[in-house]
Nanobody
Framework: VQLQAYGGGLVQTGGSLRLSCAVSGRAFSRSVMAWFRQAPEKEREFVAAIRWSGEMTRHTDSVKGRFTISRDSAKNTVYLQMNNLKPEDTAVYYC??????????????????WGHGTQVTVSS
């Protein structure tokens, strides 16, 4: 499977962005699609994930109530709706896939397919 993330940009504090991750190749119902982010000089961290079948999602605590992950299986696309953005959300955002997931994992090593990142910058 190949992943292509897009939709990043520059936004003011309190603004919104929607990231998209186009999935080419076959994503199985057991696949988990995730968003991670990496700020300068920091480790890559988990943001949110969704099982491709759509029945389960997970969001890290710092984005709960502000970010929402979703997917459109007909368009083979995963989205990350980001509202009420804060300067600390500034990072390169990556989409990733775990094709044979037994459960949703929040660790980088669990994901075998990665897209190129898209930059999100939130100005104060």
């Amino acid at each position: 499977v190949q992943l292509q993330a897009y939709g990043g940009g520059l936004v003011q504090t309190g603004g919104s962005l929607r990231l998209s991750c186009a999935v080419s190749g076959r994503a199985f119902s057991r696949s988990v699609m995730a968003w991670f982010r990496q700020a300068p000089e920091k480790e890559r961290e988990f943001v949110a994930a969704i099982r491709w079948s759509g029945e389960m999602t997970r969001h890290t605590d710092s984005v709960k109530g502000r970010f929402t992950i979703s997917r459109d299986s007909a368009k083979n696309t995963v989205y990350l709706q980001m509202n009420n953005l804060k300067p600390e959300d500034t990072a390169v955002y990556y989409c990733a896939a775990d094709l044979a997931a037994s459960r949703i994992m929040a660790t980088v090593g669990a994901y075998t397919s990665w897209g190129h990142g898209t930059q999100v910058t939130v100005s104060s």
